[in-house]
């Protein structure tokens, strides 16, 4: 299935894994009562935040991500795909990790499970840092950095 | 105890296997759908919409639920200030998503998928974090 006018789009793996997203979060919430929210959970798992979540629990969770993305790429085979490099993913990562503390949560606790419950926080985060994310890859095309290879 | 344990693996295994699938820890996938004034990849927000479709479904059933399944009780957020520090910090995390094209979810997905990259990201990501500990003063 093809999107018209993209034609290097996946709408239909892009929903599949989505509704995957979504029952991972619908889990943790009914579950376990909790918000599916990785920054959080994993800053509480290494130790940099304070959460009534079990440590023990934080760890599943983190140690869940690549567990599930092995799974799948073990079925599929598909090789692996183009990352930054090392300098670009350390300041990634530093302002990531900063801005997500400072802003209680990323793309999963914002994203996924603020917006869809209407949390007006959440929707300000979210409006918010994809345009910030819109104009950081604008800005970067503009000045001809070039991320992946 | 056990409970306690399970429930976030499965939750993190599911969480893990539809950020793959979905092109999340590809980050040429997710600077794509970033490109929006350039050569715009829409794929990301299929992702989202399927995820926020069955969440909010799920909030749906959690409002009738007198205590989560596998737990005492909902530990849920419910501050609905917006602050400048909930803006800036969202506005940082949108410019280094930006940069590399990976979020925490992807980045600890990806250790799976190109172990090196990932964990250089992560490494980071946690170095971050634990610097915004250290200037709140509770290292």
Redesign the interface.
């Known amino acids: 299935m093809t999107l018209p006018g993209f034609p290097e789009a996946a709408p239909l793996p892009g929903l599949i894994g989505g509704v995957l997203i979504g029952l991972a979060a619908a889990v943790m919430l009914l579950g376990a009562g909790r918000i599916a929210g990785v920054s959080g959970i994993a800053a509480r798992a290494f130790g940099l935040a304070d959460s009534s979540m079990p440590r023990a629990g934080a760890w599943a969770f983190v140690i869940g991500l690549p567990l599930g993305a092995w799974v799948v790429t073990d079925q599929t085979g598909s090789s692996a795909p183009d990352f930054a490099s090392p300098v670009l993913l350390v300041i990634a990562g530093l302002i990531v990790g900063i801005g997500t503390r400072l802003g209680s949560g990323c793309t999963s606790g914002h994203g996924v499970c603020g917006m869809s419950r209407l949390s007006q926080r959440s929707l300000v985060a979210v409006a918010t840092f994809m345009v910030t994310g819109f104009a950081t890859v604008a800005a970067m095309n503009a000045l001809g950095i070039e991320v992946l290879g | 105890?056990m409970r306690?344990?399970?429930?976030?693996?499965?939750?993190?295994?599911?969480?893990?296997?539809?950020?793959?699938?979905?092109?999340?820890?590809?980050?040429?996938?997710v600077?794509?759908f970033?490109?929006?004034?350039?050569?715009?990849?829409?794929?990301?927000?299929?992702?989202?919409?399927?995820?926020?479709?069955?969440?909010?479904?799920?909030?749906v059933?959690?409002r009738k639920?007198q205590?989560?399944?596998?737990?005492?009780?909902?530990?849920?957020?419910d501050?609905?200030?917006?602050t400048p520090?909930?803006?800036?910090?969202?506005?940082?995390?949108?410019?280094?998503?930006?940069?590399?094209?990976?979020?925490?979810?992807p980045?600890?997905?990806?250790?799976?998928?190109?172990p090196g990259?990932?964990a250089?990201?992560?490494?980071?990501?946690?170095?971050?974090?634990?610097?915004?500990?250290l200037m709140e003063g509770?290292g």
């Open positions: 105890m306690d344990i399970l429930v976030p693996l499965v939750s993190g295994t599911i969480f893990g296997a539809g950020l793959t699938i979905g092109g999340m820890t590809d980050p040429a996938r600077r794509g970033l490109d929006l004034f350039g050569d715009w990849d829409p794929t990301l927000a299929f992702v989202m919409g399927g995820a926020v479709l069955v969440m909010a479904l799920a909030w059933i959690q639920m205590r989560p399944a596998f737990a005492e009780g909902f530990s849920l957020p501050r609905s200030d917006v520090r909930l803006v800036g910090g969202s506005a940082l995390f949108g410019i280094g998503w930006g940069i590399a094209g990976l979020c925490p979810g980045g600890f997905a990806a250790l799976a998928i190109a990259s990932a250089i990201f992560v490494a980071a990501m946690l170095a971050g974090m634990l610097a915004v500990r509770r």
